[in-house]
Structures are given as C-alpha cells and as structure tokens.
C-alpha cells in the first residue's frame, strides 16, 4: 500500500488568486493522477502525471489553469489558477503503484472554497 | 468517449437488509475496481475483478464482473451501519494506455438501524 499525504487539507481562497496543493507519497510510485469531486459528485480526472514528462491533461482541463509539477517519483503539486468559485471543490491526488496491480490510493483530499 | 454509468444514485435501507449497486460501462473493459468513499473521507480500493464472469467475495461483499466485461454489481447481504458511504465502480477501458479510469457517479448507502 502507499500513505499519501496532501497540503493544504482545506482552504479559502478569493477569485482571481491561484492555490498550490501539494501531494506527497511514501514510496516511490510512476502514475500519479489528480482529481476533483465536487461535494456529493464523483471522481473526475484532471491530468496524469508521470516523472519525466509533461502531464497528460483530460478534455476539459487545460495546463494553463492547472498547472502540475512531477519533480520525483514521490511528489507532485497540482496548481489551480485564476480561480472562480466554480472551482470549488475537493482535490485529491492518487497513486498506483509501481509493479503491482492497478489499483489506486488516495490522498486525504484538499477542500477548497472559492470567494 | 468512456462512460460509466452506476444505479441507484441513492439506496436507504434498514440494518439487515441486502444492497447492491449496479455499474455499466459504455466500452469494453480490462479490468473494474470498486472503491468505498466514508462521509468526509476519500476513496478507498475494495477489490478488483479481471477476468469475464469473474466473482470475488470479501465477507459480506460480493462482486460480479459480466461476462461481456462491460457489466459489474457490489451486492451486500445484511447490511450493517459500517457499511454506510459511497460505493464508486472504475472501470479501466481495454485499450486504456496509462492506469486511466473512469468513475461511475457513485451509490450512496444509508443505513437505518
């Protein structure tokens, strides 16, 4: 398994300012990805970000208004910018371990409330 | 593209009672996973089913992959008030490059002691 932690857990933001949320892993891990789940909705996918190159953005999601680092193979930030509060959401960060199977952990999630 | 679709949206039932949730795909899966979300908390793997007709039980849980992998159920017998949260399916398309996959919309359970 992997232990995944995220910062900040929650945050209020007001429009037009941008958030980094960070997301940390125990291990050494390739496929990271990031998702939104707004309140009562499901798991919607931002991007997939794997060490070595650029991320790999889902329709709909543009790298200009989330920006993501994959520095190493534990540690990626996910950036959301230019925010509105349409972009209130929860923002969770997920992992798959290398060799193993597919499945997914998930980070503890960052809630964040737009202004 | 993909879709997932998951029914019902919402079951209440008393303590003691079965549940199950429903999951289709649109395309052909490799592989489906079930993920249980607690109230306030994130997603957390139950199990993964591969094979075509492949059924897996964890205690009280049983899943049901279709034989055209394009179908999967969670069925609970006798419900318990721990089993209170959402149940998401994921499914990973057949020709998914990457670990991709796509959440269907999530049942929720509630349970009445």
């Known amino acids: 398994s992997a232990v995944i932690s995220q910062k900040p857990s929650r945050d209020i933001c007001q429009r037009g300012t941008s958030l980094t949320i960070q997301c940390q892993v125990d291990s050494q891990v390739t496929m990271m990805f990031w998702y939104r789940q707004q309140p009562g909705q499901s798991l919607t996918l931002i991007a997939t970000a794997n060490q070595g190159s650029e991320a790999t953005y889902e329709s709909g999601f543009v790298i200009d208004k989330f920006p993501i680092s994959r520095p190493n193979l534990t540690f990626s930030t996910l950036t959301v910018s230019n925010m509105s509060p349409e972009d209130s959401s929860i923002y969770l960060c997920s992992v798959e371990l290398t060799g193993g199977p597919n499945e997914q952990f998930f980070g503890p999630g960052t809630r964040l409330t737009v202004l | 593209g993909q879709q997932v679709m998951q029914i019902p949206q919402y079951q209440h039932v008393q303590e003691g009672e079965d549940f199950t949730t429903y999951c289709n795909s649109s395309?052909?899966?490799?592989?489906i996973q079930w993920y249980k979300q607690r109230p306030g908390g994130h997603p957390v793997f139950l199990i993964q089913?591969?094979?075509?007709?492949e059924v897996k039980k964890q205690k009280r849980l049983t899943f049901q992959f279709g034989e055209a992998k394009k179908n999967s159920s969670l069925h609970i017998t006798a419900t318990q008030t721990t089993d209170v949260g959402t149940y998401f399916c994921a499914g990973a398309d057949l020709y998914n490059q990457g670990g991709k996959l796509i959440f269907g919309q999530g049942t929720e359970l509630s349970v009445k002691p």
């Open positions: 089913l591969v094979k075509s007709g």
């Open positions: 395309t052909t899966l490799s592989n």
